[in-house]
């Protein structure tokens, strides 16, 4: 069975950075695609970044490009999401998603049902 803990999350001021991390068990985490994607409050879920089984493919929403970095270690079977500059917006639960990487489409790494597997989320806040 396969499962992802995210941790990481916490409160930073405006400007301020956090790093994400989401530990996946399971043999097979070398062949998942995985993604991040958060849900604030009163809002609907909503993609962060995905990066492809091998690490060569990624993509980001346009609200954190250039800010949010995603990565994953075949060695520790992480998946990490390191936030820079994070502004009161980027406040969230952040969810790890995985699945068994297929011929998808570059649109698929950006909707949520195509993922399998699901953390429980951590809270990121940034005070207004």
């Known amino acids: 069975q396969v499962q992802l803990v995210e941790s990481g999350g916490g409160t930073v001021q405006a400007g301020g950075s956090l790093r994400l991390s989401c530990a996946v068990s399971g043999r097979t985490f070398s062949s998942y695609d995985m993604a991040w994607f958060r849900q604030a409050p009163g809002k609907e879920r909503e993609f962060v970044a995905a990066i492809n089984w091998n690490g060569g493919m990624t993509y980001y929403a346009d609200s954190v490009k250039g800010r949010f970095t995603i990565s994953r270690d075949h060695r520790e079977n992480t998946e990490d999401l390191q936030m820079n500059s994070l502004k009161p917006e980027d406040t969230a639960v952040y969810f790890c998603?995985?699945?068994?990487?297929?011929?998808?489409?570059?649109?698929?790494?950006?909707?949520?049902?195509?993922?399998?597997?699901w953390g429980q989320g951590t809270q990121v806040t940034v005070p207004s």
């Open positions: 998603a995985g699945r068994a990487s297929q011929a998808y489409t570059m649109a698929n790494y950006y909707d949520s049902s195509t993922y399998t597997y």
